[in-house]
């Protein structure tokens, strides 16, 4: 079984600028995450898809950030403009949605790491 | 904000010793799941814990939960230095969000 796809693995780039992530979550998975982990700290939500719906966007700072999962299935992360305190791992997760899945256990991606200079 | 609390913040331990660490948390749980990372990798899952679940065992790992002291153990027997990694415990509120602590750096010395 595939895991979760993400890209680019690393981007560097300079603050005001613009940046998208990119991830294919596990097939058949209908919901996928994203999340911010700041070097030190654990995984924090920023966004949480059921199929191409929004569940919860309650942290994601959306004067500077969006999401989309148009068909269900791969979604992307921009950032729009960069600052300093972006630069973090990004990473994307999914799982079975909840009536198919007992438990919540998310698969993660290897993530984006990002440096905003 | 972050629901979990893992402590020690660090661990550094002999191969063939024993790793304990602890997570503490603040609200009712519908579980508690327990994370590996590895440096510059994603997360991977270990092991899930249900709030009427008092022990778990799974290979070499040992997972507790006190839902009235509200608070979980990951014990990590015989380590390895393939354990070596960050662990992250994450609560589940009953709507399939999972928040995390800060997680427990763990250093397995050869």
């Known amino acids: 079984e595939a895991g979760v796809a993400q890209s680019p693995r690393y981007k560097i780039i300079e603050k005001r600028q613009s940046v998208a992530f990119w991830c294919n979550p596990i097939?058949?998975?209908?919901?996928l995450y994203w999340y911010q982990q700041i070097l030190g700290q654990g995984p924090k939500l920023l966004i949480q898809f059921q199929n191409n719906g929004v569940v919860d966007d309650s942290q994601l700072p959306k004067d500077r950030f969006s999401a989309e999962r148009l068909k269900g299935v791969d979604s992307t992360l921009k950032i729009q403009p960069a600052k300093l305190e972006d630069s973090a791992v990004y990473l994307c997760a999914s799982s079975l949605e909840a009536p198919l899945s007992n438990s919540n256990e998310q698969f993660f991606g290897p993530g984006t790491r990002l440096t905003v200079l | 904000s972050q629901q979990g609390e893992e402590d020690p913040q660090a661990l550094s331990i002999q191969e063939g010793e024993n790793a304990t660490m602890n997570c503490s948390y603040k609200t009712s749980i519908n579980n508690l799941q327990w994370y590996r990372q590895n440096s510059g990798r994603g997360l991977v899952h270990l092991i899930l814990?249900?709030?009427?679940?008092r022990e778990k065992h799974s290979g070499r790992l040992r997972v507790t939960l006190d839902t009235s002291k509200k608070s979980s153990s990951l014990l990590i027997t015989a380590s390895r230095a393939a354990d070596t990694a960050s662990y992250f415990c994450?609560?589940?509120?009953?709507?399939?969000?999972?928040?995390f602590g800060a997680g427990t750096t763990v250093t397995v010395r050869a």
């Open positions: 994450a609560t589940d509120l009953d709507d399939y969000k999972l928040s």
């Open positions: 814990i249900r709030s009427n679940e």
């Open positions: 097939s058949g998975h209908a919901t």
